[in-house]
Structure formats: structure tokens, C-alpha cells
């Protein structure tokens, strides 16, 4: 009688191993009651379930209001935490995006400090170039701000709040050019770098660049980074075409981007210009930092 003894063998096992399922099985309910218990009473409080928070749940809110155990500052650190959100854009160039870097206020405000001294925008020449040949490459209008010169403060809390964000002191920074582009304005591809062997030995370089978008733009008008990645390298690139990576401005929006390299030579992929304005008009706040102090 095989199929008896293969049944008997089975009863027997399933018999020896009933306990320790069941057990193990019980054990698994009461621990997911416990947690599941202890996660959903927490998650009702102050919920208005008037549901009394346990002693655990009671520790991880006091845990949660001290979240960060704060460090003895040195003698020009904080004794609080900054909180500057910011999306990694690329690697090549190293550019990151700041949502939300300055209020609407603050832009306003510095729109019209600039509108008073708005000039055309001038270029730094190389060799062979002139006012008359290089026209149509920047055609925007713009004007040298430095904080101290902003009466309303809002340049010196803007100038603080970015060498925060970079951990550039501010000496490092040139003053503010605020940009103006009306509809068909742009600026071709360039580096912000100033090349040695094209504009001669320098006596400090342009290590990062922060654009602050002072207003929407409703059409057009995006900071572009054509190599990207590598991209569009291979010497076909005309500098004008609006191709790459496309940062479209947003007010209040900050946009940060390194020309240099960690060890000190220029990103060739920190092309960038600036798309033209095909509808409304685009305001914008640059801050070339240096990796020397500046004199002024
Ligand atoms: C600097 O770094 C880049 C990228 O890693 C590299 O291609 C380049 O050769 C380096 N230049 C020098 C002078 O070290």
C-alpha cells in the first residue's frame, strides 16, 4: 500500500510542522498590528481624529522638529540651517537651476534701479574685432550695478544670497550686469571665460556665471548651452542657432553654470548664449564671479 504509507508520511509531517507555521504565522500578525497600528496613529496626528499620539509616535515628532543636530558655527558661520533648493541641470557644463531664488518683489525692484542706466551691451573685443564687426552678436541693452549702488537693498541681500549658494565670497564678483532683450534681441554663443590665447594673459578668470531671471518671457529668450554634453562639437556649430540644452527664464529663477573645469582649464561644453526673444521682453541679472578677488 504505497499511496497509504506516502499518505501517512504526509499527515505525520504536515502535523509536526503545523505549531511552528501557525506560530510564526501569529507572530507576523501581531508584529504588522503593532507597526501598522503604531504608523497609522501616527500619521493622525493633530488630524483632528482626536486620536492621543503614543509615547513613540510623541518621540518621533520631537525628533522631527529638531531635525538637524546643529554643529558649534566657526566665527562667520550660521547657528541656523540654509535651505536653497536646487535641481542639478548638467554635468557639462556643471550648471545647477535655483526655482524660486528671489521673490517677484525683489526682481521688480531691480528692474527698475537698472532702467534708469540702461546702455547698449558692449563685448570684450579679440584681436581683429571692432565695435563695427562684432555688431549683431549682443544685442541686448544692460547696466554695471554693484550692490552698494542699489538703494533698496536688494542687490546686496541678492549678491549674499549667491555667495552662499556658491560658497564664493562675494569679493570674487563683478558687479551686477542687467540685461535687457526686446523681441528679436539675443547674444550668440560665447564663453564667459576669457581665453588667453584669444584675448591675451588675463590677471583673474571668470570661473561661474549666475543668471538671476528678473521677468517671464513669454516666447523665446532661453539661455542655451549648445555643447552640452558634447554635443554639436564637431565644428558645424554657427553660434547663432538656439540648440542644446534650453533654460527657459522664469522669474525669481536663478541659474548658475562654471566655465572652468576643477582644475582651473576652461569647459569647452560652457558654451552658452542666450536665444532671441521672439514674444515679451526678458530682464536678467548676471553675476560673473571671479577666481581672484576683485579690486573694486
Ligand atoms: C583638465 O581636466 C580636463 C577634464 O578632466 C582634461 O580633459 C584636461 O586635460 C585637464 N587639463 C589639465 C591641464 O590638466
Known sequence: MKTKTVKG????????????????????????GFFGSTLFSHSQDGDGYGLRPRPRSRLL???????????TAGEFGDD???????????????????????????????????KAGLKPSSLAL?????????KGIRTSSGVFIS????????????EEKIARATMIPRSHGEAFNILRYDIGQRYNSHYDAFNPAEYGPQKS?????????????????????????????????????????????????GLLFYSLLPNGTIDPTSLHGSCPVIKGQKWVATKWIRNEEQDD
Open 147 to 158: 550692490a552698494s549702488e542699489d538703494n533698496t537693498g536688494t542687490l546686496d541681500v541678492i
Open 205 to 253: 578668470q571668470r570661473m561661474a556665471s549666475f543668471l538671476l531671471y528678473l521677468t517671464d518671457v513669454q516666447e523665446g529668450g532661453e539661455t542655451m548651452f549648445p555643447f552640452e554634453n558634447g554635443l554639436n562639437m564637431d565644428g558645424s556649430y554657427g553660434y547663432e542657432d538656439c540648440i542644446g540644452l534650453r533654460v527657459k527664464p522664469r522669474q525669481g529663477d
Open 80 to 114: 541656523s540651517i540654509t535651505s536653497i533648493p536646487f535641481q542639478v541641470l548638467s554635468w557639462k557644463p556643471r550648471a545647477l537651476y535655483f526655482p524660486n531664488f528671489a521673490t517677484a518683489e525683489q526682481c521688480e525692484s531691480i528692474v527698475s534701479v537698472a
Open 61 to 71: 515628532e520631537s525628533r522631527k522638529e529638531g531635525k538637524y543636530n546643529l554643529m
Open 9 to 32: 508520511n504526509w499527515s505525520f509531517r504536515t502535523n509536526k510542522l503545523t505549531f511552528p507555521y501557525v506560530f510564526l504565522i501569529c507572530i507576523f500578525f501581531f508584529l504588522a
Open 126 to 134: 579679440r584681436k581683429g574685432e571692432t565695435a563695427e564687426n562684432t
